[in-house]
């Protein structure tokens, strides 16, 4: 169990969609900084939806005006982080 931390955003990098096709499906995959735009951009977010467990940070999504409107998708706070860092085998930044 690994929790994927993509930072980049999705428009200028591929650093989430290689990661898309190297999750496992005991992975959870976390959006910081600008790949939280990666809620807006269609064809990932489809692949995203798809996922049992996506979580984005609160604070990078409220700060770049992005919205979660997904039930699947979970917005999480720095705390919660921490917690999910302690809950998977290993954290692996892209």
């Known amino acids: 169990m690994i929790l994927h931390k993509i930072s980049t955003s999705p428009f200028t990098h ?43 940070l609160k604070e990078d999504a409220h700060a770049r005006g992005v919205a979660v409107e997904n039930d699947k998708i979970q917005l999480v706070d720095y705390a919660e982080f921490v917690e999910l860092s302690l809950e998977y085998e290993k954290v692996m930044s892209w």
């Open 14 to 56: 591929l650093a989430l969609e290689h990661c898309l096709l190297r999750l496992h499906s005991s992975d959870g995959l976390l959006l910081t900084q600008d790949a939280v735009y990666g809620l807006r951009h269609q064809s990932l977010y489809s692949k995203l939806s798809e996922l049992r467990c996506v979580y984005v």
